[in-house]
């Protein structure tokens, strides 16, 4: 079954600290990895979008990396600030069909000031 | 500004009334979808459109009816409105359809929908 897992579920770290979260997917054929940042009340903003043979990906203080072999990728936040307060989303798009991308449920970030 | 724009942006409505949740973008994209987001269950697909008069069925589409006459307009219809599509629901774009394109999607800001 095509499914994207998340973790941690939630975390609270306190402003200008680094965090890393976590994204493990089972879905196959691959085609890309996206990470995207979505605001309470907002619709998701994409941040990242890797392919197979990207291992990293830098958008300012956001760096995603993908391990295709194990199927893991993190997205990784530098100095965190207030403004970084977000659902974090991974969703992996399946090599296949149209009806393609699997989401998973988000980590929910606050930075604490 | 290039955006997606959905409305309305919240509805309090009853069991039974039809309505419609119009989404626009302005992008001339190819791809158009709508997901409902529920807490604990993360986005889930209701219907996508590959282009005009192209749709088809997500992975929650039951109870719901989109069309795709227009490039730039994909409304979500309920005919006939149940508490269980009580729901947070999001229309999204990207330039192309394929399951190879590296586009990202564009997604509107919401709209809240509760059914009494």
């Known amino acids: 079954k095509n499914q994207v897992e998340q973790s941690p579920q939630s975390l609270i770290i306190l402003e200008g600290k680094n965090c890393t979260l976590q994204?493990?997917?089972?879905?196959?054929?691959?085609?890309?990895l996206r990470w995207y940042k979505q605001d309470t009340g907002r619709g998701p903003v994409s941040l990242t979008i890797?392919?197979?043979?990207?291992n990293t990906k830098s958008n300012g203080r956001y760096t995603a990396t993908l391990d295709a072999d194990t199927k893991q990728s993190s997205l990784h936040i530098t100095a965190s600030q207030l403004s970084d307060s977000a659902s974090y989303i991974c969703?992996?798009?399946?090599?296949?069909?149209?009806?393609?991308?699997?989401f998973g449920k988000g980590t929910m970030l606050l930075v604490s000031p | 500004e290039a955006q997606v724009t959905q409305n309305p942006r919240y509805l309090i409505t009853v069991t039974g009334k039809k309505l419609t949740v119009t989404c626009s973008q302005n992008?001339?994209?190819?791809?158009m979808s709508w997901y409902r987001q529920d807490p604990g269950l993360g986005l889930r697909q209701i219907y996508y459109?590959?282009?005009?008069?192209?749709?088809d069925k997500g992975d929650v589409p039951e109870g719901y009816k989109v069309s795709r006459k227009e490039k730039r307009n994909f409304p979500l219809i309920l005919e006939s409105p149940s508490p269980n599509q009580t729901s947070l629901y999001f229309c999204?774009?990207?330039?192309?359809?394929?399951?190879?394109?590296?586009?990202?999607?564009?997604f509107g800001d919401g709209t809240r929908l509760s059914i009494l």
């Open positions: 999204a774009s990207s330039l192309f359809a394929g399951s190879r394109s590296n586009q990202p999607q564009h």
């Open positions: 994204c493990n997917y089972t879905v196959s054929p691959f085609s890309n």
């Open positions: 890797m392919t197979f043979s990207e």
């Open positions: 969703v992996v798009k399946r090599l296949k069909g149209y009806s393609t991308l699997t």
């Open positions: 992008m001339n994209h190819e791809y």
């Open positions: 459109s590959m282009n005009v008069e192209v749709t």
